[in-house]
């Protein structure tokens, strides 16, 4: 989000789904799509079926997509940035680039000129291991379009260099001039229901809701008319600062709503550490879960299904969530308590008693969302912005030109990642969802999905199966320099040699027991996706 | 697009060119029975329940795949319809099973509401031993069950598959009476490309498919539909939530490949359709709790959000607002992340509010 906010102005995704069906070019990057985003994963292979869409996935590890790819690039883990700036040195030197649309809209194509000059094909070739005449195939594809797009995910924004790869996606779109038509776009697929809804409400350190930056005199401004409070001028601490400062005593109390830490976050024995170091912390949850064991108070929330209110998508559309059941018991949904929890500390909140009446407060601050109420969401999905009530709403986003006036590129060097195989350390561990679970799996386990897959698994390339000595089903033993898992081989060569590939839903065997707390310095992203790890067969 | 007129059953009648004579029918209010047919899939001439007959076309017609032409006599209840619509019925139910007391889709059956509207009972073909009892119930997956014995071949699910879940997981197998729609020969459906995104189940029109959890959860009659938003991941597909109103449990999750509102076109993945169980899980929490010592105790919402409140006020009293930290969720609304910000903000005076973004 950081990396795009920067170059085009936005942090979202710029186009929405019908758009799929007018891409020429297809290109996905670091996102395993028809296991994380099944549906999306259907509209593309739709879109490939159809013909006369060349399809491009670049992916370490040989997911489903790379079957149907016209163009299969393998590159090593955590190196991104090599691959698109190999891309793009092509696309410079046989002048495939656009070259009205950059000077009319971007801001910086002398600096990206020199700073790729050096990616030749054969260069990206000895970092990558991927052969150049592929990164040339792939280049002129993309450039050719006439309508090429980018789809990208959490292979891309989850390295400790995130911010660069995210930025490197954005200049190889604008170096072609791949947006603000369908069939284009820089597509970030976002990863949970509402992660899109909890960015544009303001729960980020720097922004209150509609990305109004805290250190802003107009956005103090804003706050103190609208809610007659004081906004504190200087941005907060991320979720994965925020637990060190807890480690370190910084942060004696915590409020934690609907996120299981204790599983989800990097290096959980340094979680363990920072709740327990806590004066005081509250868990408010559907479920007493891993993280809920370490509160002082645990309070029982609604969970979806039994509450009413509104998610925002991937492609920005608002939507209407509703009520189909009551709660257990005396469950209650999180908006009524946190009503409760702000009324009893002095709040006075008389506009809000319901979703209807929150949601037009989030209208009053954020313009984006100010043009759509319950009553229009009745009709179907509005996508932002959509500043007015007669506004239809935006699925594309930059038809006419950039926020700023103009986009900037913002080129990028590689920079070796943090944890690369050392002789002791010699495998790349990288961990991530499958297609029947979901993130710390506390509803898919308890759901039919937790039946039809019960345990953590590794992923194994044949190659290192047989150096190893392990045969499928048999255990290993994956060591980190924070901690060690065990769980049972699967030998695929869905992973490279070198690489094992570990879901993170089992809390049990929990993958983030090996992975680093260090985050990227500008999205505050930790680095999930390559750890250097040791394997050992255990008997 | 150019139009076209034709006369329906004596009635004249325009259509776009292109349209079956069923989408001309449907479109000018002509009702024909139809089961191999489904307003998301591609017309297939499987069943031929939809026959009809054209002046100066010597045979009937299915009038699902036959395109309607300029000038087209249609006649789609004459008695020489009617009696091979009937006999094609007939035919069907040879072999089907007619167990529809303790069939699940007893209530929403399309061959039920056939035979009903033919006013057919059984069927004049069948001998005693007839009736299909040569597949095994499969029901080896925890999402749905096959019952093949009732599949009446309309291949819906097989379409589905191909043109909506885009995997061709399944397929005709066999000849005559020996046909079956199966994964790729000699391997189970847990082992084939099927991921059990459920969308055939979503349009079988009998029994021959049903979710596996829906089983004594409440009969189409008993279910109220509520149109909701997934709370997987970030696409935001349309599901109906099925809820028994005597029970006021979830029974099932479907979708609509009808619905102008979903952004998912009624397509769904596994987690969307079959993990919902979680939220009538033994699990969930139903009381407040307050740590006393290594274990909880249940505790009234009033002394809970009592001590909430002056705990998070006693740190910001004695440590600061930045000794505080917020923790929102992506699993949330929109509403719930706005006051759990404007909690973080404006109450207890700190940024320090995030969510897992980034996680």
Same mark, same amino acid.
């Given at each position: ?11 979202a ?17 670091g996102?395993?799509?028809t ?9 593309i ?31 090593k ?8 700036n ?33 990616y ?14 592929l ?14 797009a ?6 891309i924004?989850?390295?400790?260099n ?16 791949m947006?603000?038509?369908?069939g =284009?776009?820089? %597509?970030?697929? #976002?990863?949970?229901?509402n $992660?899109?809804? *909890?960015? !544009?409400?303001?729960c ?13 005199p107009?956005?103090?401004?804003k ?17 994965v ?18 996120e299981n ?6 290096d959980?024995?340094?979680?363990r ?8 912390l509250?868990?408010?949850?559907i479920?007493?879960?891993?993280t ?17 209110? =509104?998610?925002? %998508?991937?492609? #920005?559309?608002?939507?209407? $969530?509703?009520? *189909?059941? !009551?709660s257990?018991g005396?469950a ?21 008693n319901?979703?209807?009446?929150i ?12 043009g759509?109420?319950y009553?229009?969401?009745?009709g ?5 912005p959509c ?25 990028c ?12 350390y ?12 979901y ?5 898919t386990?308890?759901?039919?999905t ?11 390339n ?14 290993i ?17 869905r ?20 992975t ?14 390559v ?5 050992e067969?255990?008997? | ?5 034709a ?12 349209m ?5 029918a ?5 009702h ?16 031929r ?21 300029e000038g087209?006599i249609?006649?789609t209840?004459t ?58 119930l ?34 005709f ?10 994964p ?32 004594g959860?409440g ?20 599901l109906e ?21 979903a ?8 987690k969307?359709?079959?993990?919902w ?9 139903t ?22 409140a ?6 910001k ?22 006051l ?5 903000r404006?109450?207890m ?11």
């Amino acid at each position: 989000m950081t990396g795009l906010g920067e170059t085009l102005g936005s942090g979202a995704m710029t186009n929405d789904f019908e758009s799929i069906k007018s891409a020429d070019t297809i290109l996905i990057i670091g996102s395993n799509t028809t296991e994380n985003h099944p549906v999306i994963g259907s509209f593309i292979k739709e879109r490939k079926r159809k013909g006369n869409c060349t399809l491009i996935v670049c992916d370490p590890r040989k997911i489903e997509m790379a079957k149907y790819a016209d163009v299969y690039i393998r590159q090593k883990s955590g190196s991104d940035v090599v691959l698109l700036n190999g891309l793009m040195h092509v696309i410079l030197r046989e002048n495939l680039y656009a070259s009205d649309f950059i000077e009319k809209n971007v801001n910086n194509f002398e600096k990206l000129k020199e700073t790729m000059s050096k990616y030749t094909p054969q260069y990206v070739s000895e970092i990558t291991g991927v052969s150049p005449e592929l990164i040339e195939d792939a280049a002129r594809a993309y450039a050719k379009g006439p309508n090429s797009a980018i789809f990208y995910t959490m292979g891309i924004t989850q390295h400790l260099n995130g911010t660069d790869n995210v930025r490197t996606v954005a200049n190889l779109a604008l170096l072609c001039g791949m947006l603000g038509r369908p069939g =284009t776009g820089v %597509n970030p697929l #976002r990863g949970q229901n509402n $992660v899109q809804g *909890a960015c !544009d409400t303001g729960c980020l350190p720097e922004v209150i809701p509609g990305y109004q930056k805290v250190t802003l005199p107009a956005t103090q401004q804003k706050v103190k008319e609208l809610w007659g409070s004081d906004l504190p001028a200087t941005p907060g601490l991320s979720v994965v600062e925020m637990m060190h400062a807890a480690g370190e005593g910084k942060i004696k109390g915590m409020y934690i709503m609907g996120e299981n830490s204790m599983v989800t976050e990097p290096d959980s024995d340094h979680v363990r550490h920072a709740l327990k170091k806590l004066d005081f912390l509250v868990v408010q949850d559907i479920f007493l879960t891993e993280t809920a064991e370490f509160a002082h108070v645990v309070l029982p929330a609604a969970s979806w299904g039994e509450k009413d209110g =509104t998610f925002t %998508n991937t492609c #920005r559309a608002v939507q209407r $969530v509703r009520k *189909a059941v !009551d709660s257990p018991g005396e469950a209650r949904p999180d908006w009524e308590i946190l009503l409760a929890v702000g009324k009893r500390l002095g709040a006075s909140w008389n506009d809000m008693n319901s979703p209807e009446t929150i949601f037009n407060a989030i209208g009053r601050i954020a313009p984006a969302y100010a043009g759509i109420t319950y009553a229009r969401l009745e009709g179907g999905a509005l996508p932002w912005p959509c500043p007015t009530c007669e506004h239809p709403g935006t699925p594309i986003l930059y038809t006419t030109g950039f926020p700023r006036g103009k986009a900037d590129f913002s080129p990028c060097d590689w920079v070796k990642p943090d944890e690369w195989p050392t002789e002791e350390y010699p495998f790349i561990a990288t961990t991530g969802r499958i297609l029947y679970h979901y993130h710390s799996g506390s509803m898919t386990r308890r759901s039919s999905t937790g039946e039809f897959i019960k345990e953590m698994y590794i992923e194994v390339n044949p190659a290192d199966a047989t150096a190893l000595n392990v045969k499928d089903g048999e255990q290993i033993k994956v060591t980190s320099r924070r901690g060690e898992v065990s769980g049972s081989v699967k030998i695929t060569d869905r992973v490279p040699a070198g690489t094992v590939f570990l879901p993170f839903h089992f809390s049990e065997t929990s993958a983030n027991i090996l992975t680093s707390a260090k985050i990227d310095p500008y999205s505050k992203t930790p680095g999930f996706k390559v750890n250097a790890v040791k394997l050992e067969k255990t008997v | 697009m150019a139009s076209i007129k034709a006369i329906i059953n004596g009635k004249s009648i325009t259509a776009e060119s292109g349209m079956t004579i069923l989408q001309a029918a449907r479109a000018n209010g002509i009702h024909i029975p139809t089961l191999c047919d489904h307003p998301a899939l591609s017309p297939f001439g499987a069943c031929r329940i939809c026959l009809v007959e054209a002046e100066k076309n010597p045979k009937l017609l299915t009038s699902c795949t036959t395109p309607i032409t300029e000038g087209m006599i249609v006649h789609t209840n004459t008695p020489r319809v009617i009696e091979a619509r009937k006999a094609v019925l007939e035919l069907i139910l040879v072999r089907h099973p007619l167990e529809c007391f303790s069939c699940a889709s007893n209530g929403k059956c399309e061959l039920q509401d056939v035979a009903y509207e033919l006013g057919v009972k059984d069927s004049r073909f069948a001998d005693p031993g007839d009736t299909n009892t040569s597949h095994k119930l499969e029901d080896a997956n925890p999402f749905y069950v096959r019952d093949l014995n009732k599949c009446i071949l309309c291949g819906r699910c097989v379409r589905v598959c191909e043109e909506h879940a885009i995997y061709h997981a399944i397929d005709f197998q066999g000849r005559g009476i020996h046909t079956s729609i199966q994964p790729p020969v000699g391997s189970p459906i847990e082992e084939s490309d099927c991921v059990f995104c459920g969308q055939c189940v979503q349009v079988c029109p009998v029994g021959a498919l049903f979710e596996k959890t829906a089983a004594g959860q409440g009969r189409p009659w008993d279910l109220e539909k509520v149109k909701t938003v997934c709370s997987y991941c970030g696409v935001g597909c349309e599901l109906e939530v099925n809820v028994n109103k005597k029970t006021g449990k979830i029974a099932n999750v479907t979708t609509n490949y009808s619905s102008p509102t979903a952004l998912n076109k009624g397509r769904s993945c596994v987690k969307g359709r079959f993990a919902w169980q979680f939220v009538h899980s033994e699990d969930r929490l139903t009381t407040p709790l307050i740590r006393e010592g290594d274990t909880f105790r249940k505790a009234s919402w009033d002394e809970a959000l009592s001590l909430v409140a002056e705990k998070l006020g006693e740190v910001k009293t004695k440590h600061g607002s930045d000794a505080l930290g917020f923790f929102s969720s992506a699993r949330c609304t929109n509403e719930e992340n706005y006051l759990m910000q404007r909690l973080a903000r404006e109450v207890m005076g700190t940024n320090n509010v995030d969510h897992c973004a980034h996680l």
